[in-house]
């Protein structure tokens, strides 16, 4: 079963726009993390927060969790071409251990 | 920097038959090895968690009878799909981590395709 997911398939934005990614999840974690998947690449890791925290910073990312919604945010600014690609949020796996469960991913798309 | 490469990228095999891909982790101590699918709609399916001198995880759907996976050392898993049909078609990705780190390092997939 999908323990997480992101709540747009797709969003369009323009260069130097802000683009923001939802996620909620359902079960209890440890810490969210959210990956960026280009064409043609595995996913890498952008941010990862701890179920303590409630907001984390990466240069122009910026991800938010609100553990009483189970949900997750992570905004994008100054938006670039190159930021164009999916955007995973992923949670610790149900049964423990050291797998990630995925979200279904939000394609960006960041236009000239 | 921490890669993770897999290989071969791409592999087409006839129905009924078997194929092999690898995953070799490289700057970094890979203990553990998430193996997923990727469907074309880019869903994730997770299929197998590694562990080295643990025993092989895996999930719901997803057997060693079908999906053999070896982890022989802290730098190299590989798995393959036996008796591949249509279904197995998809992007094989492999996850690895060391130690107590959070941060799964992915390689580019291995992209299975059915005749």
């Known amino acids: 079963s999908q323990l997480a997911e992101e709540n747009s398939w797709a969003l369009s934005v323009h260069e130097g726009e802000s683009v923001t990614v939802n996620c909620s999840y359902k079960t209890s974690i440890t810490a969210l993390q959210w990956y960026r998947q280009k064409s043609g690449k595995g996913p890498a890791q952008l941010i990862l927060i701890r179920s303590n925290e409630r907001e984390k910073r990466n240069g122009r990312l910026r991800a938010t969790l609100d553990t009483s919604s189970q949900s997750s945010s992570l905004s994008i600014t100054a938006t670039r071409c190159e930021d164009t690609a999916v955007y995973f949020c992923?949670?610790?796996?149900?049964?423990?251990?050291?797998?990630?469960?995925f979200g279904t991913g939000t394609t960006v798309s960041v236009s000239p | 920097g921490a890669l993770v490469y897999q290989y071969p990228r791409r592999t087409i095999c006839k129905s009924g038959t078997s194929m092999r891909m690898e995953c070799q982790a490289v700057?970094?101590?890979?203990?553990?090895v998430a193996w997923y699918r990727q469907s074309p709609q880019k869903t994730f399916e997770l299929i197998a968690l590694s562990t080295v001198n643990s025993a092989i995880k895996y999930e719901q759907n997803f057997t060693q009878e079908k999906f053999p996976i070896s982890h022989p050392n802290l730098s190299f898993s590989s798995m393959t799909v036996l008796n591949a049909y249509l279904e197995d078609r998809g992007l094989y990705l492999c996850?690895?981590?060391?130690?107590?780190?959070?941060?799964?390092?992915f390689g580019a997939g291995t992209r299975l395709s059915v005749l």
């Open positions: 992923a949670t610790d796996h149900h049964q423990g251990g050291r797998a990630l469960i």
């Open positions: 700057g970094f101590q890979a203990t553990s």
């Open positions: 996850g690895a981590r060391q130690g107590g780190q959070n941060t799964l390092y």
